[in-house]
């Protein structure tokens, strides 16, 4: 099972940037689609990113499109989530997910079975 640990999370003005990184140790990192969850205060863990294991398709929430990017570096075997245009609803502990099936696009939080322990992004108003 592959190990997860996110990076880059912080206090960032509205309007302003982020990248958030996920390095993976152990298992087959280029075989399984790679997502970002968030879970804001009081509120349950929510869709944000994924995707596909070759990185050439991703799906993003309605509330990111646009603003937010999904990317992978296999060689690395890092993941990454350039997040612009940040709004204080954006807020929350972001989360770094390993599907847990290979060869899949997942996005229910039930597709993914390895977990970050997850990076604190809050944007001030």
């Known amino acids: 099972q592959v190990q997860l640990e996110e990076s880059g999370g912080g206090l960032v003005q509205a309007g302003g940037s982020l990248r958030l990184s996920c390095a993976a140790s152990?298992?087959?990192?280029?075989?399984?689609?790679m997502a970002w969850f968030r879970q804001a205060p009081g509120k349950e863990r929510e869709f944000v990113a994924t995707?596909?294991?070759?990185?050439?398709?991703?799906n993003y929430a309605d509330s990111v499109k646009g603003r937010f990017t999904i990317s992978r570096d296999s060689a690395k075997k890092t993941v990454y989530l350039q997040m612009n245009s940040l709004k204080p609803e954006d807020t929350a502990v972001y989360y770094c997910a390993a599907d847990k099936t290979p060869y899949r696009l997942g996005k229910a939080e039930g597709d993914f079975g390895s977990w970050g322990q997850g990076t604190q992004v809050t944007v001030s108003s």
């Open positions: 995707i596909k294991w070759t990185g050439g398709r991703t």
């Open positions: 152990g298992g087959t990192f280029s075989s399984y689609g």
